[in-house]
């Protein structure tokens, strides 16, 4: 797994969470490396879980012949990405857009919990910091600022 990000911290915290290659978009060319790192083939799968123009752009540059690009971060809802729509038909591209992980919640949540029980999901290890509600603005700043992974907001102040 190949995980491209503009902060250390964060290709940090995907290495903990298993990538085995890590591309920092600051420095290099994140479509140029991909293409290194997997021989010319490119990427099965491409995630995109920021809201930016430039990210979606470079995973459709990244993702293979008949590869999936999934869209998870929140975009501003003025965001326009220009798509060469014969390039999508002729590689077989499928875009996908998942809210919130397109959750069942029926489903879903109770198959998670057990996940979780079992240690095979590290929900843990994901929260940088535990906010009392009353600093919900430092909160987001902190998660604007790329410094948090995860932020959680507790409505009991004692338990921060």
Known sequence: MIAVDLLPNKLDAARDFGASDLVNAADVD????????TGGRMADYVFVTV??????????????????VVLVGMPPE???VPLVVRDLAFRGLRVLG??????????????????????????????????????????????????????VIVFDSTAA
Do not use: C
Request: glycine share 8%; aromatic share 4%; hydrophobic share 40%.
């Open 98 to 151: 998942s809210f919130m992980g397109s959750t069942r919640l029926q489903v879903d949540i109770p198959r998670l919990i057990a996940h979780y029980e079992r240690g095979n999901l590290q929900l843990d290890e994901l929260i940088t910091k535990t906010w009392p509600l009353e600093e919900i603005n430092e909160a987001i700043e902190s998660m604007e600022r790329g410094e948090a992974l995860r932020n």
């Open 51 to 68: 809201g930016s123009e430039r990210a979606v752009s470079q995973a459709l540059a990244m993702v293979r012949r008949g590869g999936t």
């Open 78 to 80: 003025s965001l326009v």
């Open 30 to 37: 994140p479509v140029a490396a991909v293409k290194e790192l």
